[in-house]
């Protein structure tokens, strides 16, 4: 994979979805750090049923921390892991407003030190919330980097450091948006489409299908 077909990948993806963004809903960086949380190893539809329940009632750190753990667990069951997941956010809110003003860090460091923000969730915040470019390597973009030889790499932070060095400075802020919503929908895992696969030419796959 040369630098040419990079440009010329991202420049299509790019055209095709000029405004890429999280599929979590939320309204504010809070929410955000939240639903990510939640969203390790849960998809991002059943995240955003919980949510839409939960933020009505409490969307703050002082709110869902006067909820208490069990009183959280109602809200988030329906979610993978619920039980780590609601203790960690419990946590991590009372960090919030004790040192940080109720307000999320903009920070790597003082992101990852919030518990169940590891540094693929501090990614998303840092990307999607504060406009840093940062690579939130997930299943699918480890797999789509693979795949098509974009950024190739045995471990998920070997991919990340190879998409930050290869991919093109100008679309590398959307980057991450865009490999995630084409490995979801297009390189998928069991049978990639494409077929009908906008980069199909570029891509360096050997094993293609017609799908």
């Known amino acids: 994979?040369?630098?040419?077909?990079?440009?010329?990948?991202?420049?299509?993806?790019?055209?095709?979805?000029?405004?890429?963004?999280?599929e979590l809903q939320y309204s504010s960086d809070f929410e955000l750090l939240i639903s990510v949380i939640l969203?390790?190893?849960?998809?991002?539809?059943?995240?955003?049923?919980?949510?839409?329940?939960?933020?009505?009632?409490?969307?703050?750190?002082?709110?869902?921390?006067?909820?208490?753990?069990?009183?959280?667990?109602?809200y988030v069951k329906t979610i993978g892991l619920y039980n780590t997941k609601a203790a960690n956010i419990i946590k991590t809110c009372k960090i919030l407003i004790?040192?940080?003003?109720?307000?999320?860090?903009?920070?790597?460091?003082?992101?990852?030190?919030?518990?169940?923000v590891g540094r693929k969730t501090a990614n998303v915040v840092l990307n999607t919330a504060f406009g840093?470019?940062?690579?939130?390597?997930?299943?699918?973009?480890?797999?789509?980097?693979?795949?098509?030889?974009?950024?190739p790499g045995k471990t998920v932070l070997e991919v990340e450091k190879k998409l930050m060095k290869f991919v093109p400075k100008?679309?590398?802020?959307?980057?991450?948006?865009?490999?995630?919503?084409?490995?979801?929908?297009?390189?998928?895992?069991?049978?990639p489409r494409c077929g009908s696969c906008i980069i199909e030419d570029l891509c360096e796959y050997k094993q293609k299908t017609e799908v």
């Not at 100008?170 to 049978?191: D, K, M, P």
């Open 98 to 116: 004790k040192e940080h003003h109720s307000q999320v860090p903009d920070t790597r460091e003082a992101l990852e030190a919030l518990p169940g």
């Open 132 to 151: 840093q470019a940062a690579m939130a390597v997930d299943t699918h973009i480890f797999r789509v980097s693979n795949r098509t030889k974009i950024g």
């Open 170 to 191: 100008e679309f590398l802020l959307n980057a991450h948006h865009w490999l995630i919503l084409h490995g979801r929908y297009t390189c998928v895992a069991r049978t």
């Open 1 to 22: 994979m040369n630098a040419d077909k990079r440009q010329q990948i991202f420049a299509r993806l790019a055209a095709e979805n000029p405004n890429p963004t999280t």
């Open 39 to 74: 969203s390790a190893q849960a998809t991002d539809v059943g995240v955003n049923k919980a949510t839409a329940i939960l933020y009505p009632v409490a969307n703050t750190p002082e709110a869902i921390a006067k909820l208490g753990l069990a009183g959280l667990k109602k």
